[in-house]
């Protein structure tokens, strides 16, 4: 638990201490402000800045209006009222233009008859199709892909990304000081940074690295999720797309836009449950090219509340071997035994 693991816990005892740190990104994506805003640097557990004393009151309130107010489900966050300003704004704001009206609906024949519009599994079939078919994708069972990350304030680095069927994935940023590791080995997904011990995956981030990592995921997507329905049409840059929720009982949805021109997935936006929010990941899917006979995507945008960046890939190499041991956690290393004093 949260109090057992960290010190100073006061407001989100109970909780699990590996949900402790995506709370605190909910908070700052919520109110647009970083760690130190609210801690001192380096001693988190200190309660010498104010704002941290305000935050545990508004923690305190949110749970409060929930409890009384909606039966304990978590209906409002800190970004209902934050909007990603510190401050939350009261006063509505004055539109710049006149509201545009509401649509009613696609409709033919001069409006008398509605159009008849494609159901979630005709735009999977149709997305598989776009692809290059099932079995195309069948005979693909590895990939390994290289190319330029764009990001962190503009800078650019090599990344690799290893996948193997059916679960399995591992990307690799490297940095000057190290390589930056995410990675699932179809059980076990764990982060590697520089200078940090290995941290292993839990809920929400655990199951956004399953769904990266499932190689035929084109062809898993009923499988993946026991609900999908087709949720109307929406623009996703200049591309018109037809919009299919997924979902699981229990879990955060999962929302999948494919281009009403070509049929192939453009963006997935995913989240991650945390004790005050969901964290959202949004990743744009572009540059779609054919290798060894199946269409894919070159250019990827991965967008989360804190920032973005962009991996152009310039490499692919498919049905390469891969050992299962490149995506294995390293294992935990062993501190040096004590020679007992000398007599």
């Not at 006063?91 to 509605?114: F, Q, R, Y």
């Not at 070509?262 to 945390?274: I, N, Q």
Request: proline share 9%.
């Amino acid at each position: 638990m949260a109090e057992e693991a960290y010190k100073n816990i006061q407001v989100l005892k109970g909780v699990p201490a590996d949900q402790v740190i995506p709370a605190m990104q909910f908070i700052s994506a919520s109110l647009g402000v970083d760690c130190e805003d609210c801690h001192v640097e380096r001693a988190f557990d200190k309660d010498d800045k104010k704002p941290k004393q305000t935050a545990r009151k508004m923690i305190q309130m949110m749970l409060a209006i929930n409890k009384d107010n909606f039966n304990g489900h978590r209906e409002v966050t800190c970004y209902s009222c934050h909007h990603g300003a510190a401050d939350p704004v009261g006063t509505p704001l004055i539109a710049d233009e006149e509201p545009k009206p509401e649509p009613h609906g696609a409709m033919n024949d001069g409006g008398a008859n509605p159009v008849a519009l494609p159901t979630a599994d005709q735009l999977l079939d149709k997305f598989v199709q776009a692809l290059g078919g099932a079995d195309a994708l069948g005979k693909i069972s590895s990939r390994v892909q290289k190319g330029m990350l764009t990001g962190f304030g503009g800078r650019q680095l090599p990344v690799e990304v290893f996948a193997k069927a059916p679960d399995k994935r591992l990307s690799v940023m490297h940095l000057l000081m190290g390589d930056s590791i995410t990675a699932y080995d179809g059980r076990v997904g764990w982060l590697g940074n520089p200078g940090r011990p290995l941290r292993e995956m839990s809920g929400g981030e655990l199951d956004g690295a399953k769904l990266d990592a499932d190689f035929y995921f084109p062809l898993h997507v009923r499988e993946v999720f026991s609900r999908l329905r087709r949720q109307g049409t929406e623009k996703v840059g200049d591309q018109d797309t037809d919009l299919v929720v997924g979902a699981n009982p229990g879990r955060p949805p999962v929302r999948l836009y494919f281009s009403e021109q070509s049929g192939l997935l453009v963006r997935l936006v995913r989240y991650a449950e945390t004790p005050l929010g969901r964290n959202p990941t949004q990743i744009d899917y572009a540059d779609y090219r054919d290798v060894d006979g199946v269409k894919v995507p070159f250019h990827w945008t991965i967008a989360r509340p804190g920032g973005r960046f962009t991996i152009q890939v310039d490499q692919i190499q498919q049905n390469v071997p891969i050992d299962d041991a490149k995506f294995a956690k390293p294992p935990e290393p062993v501190a040096p035994r004590q020679k007992p004093p000398s007599p």
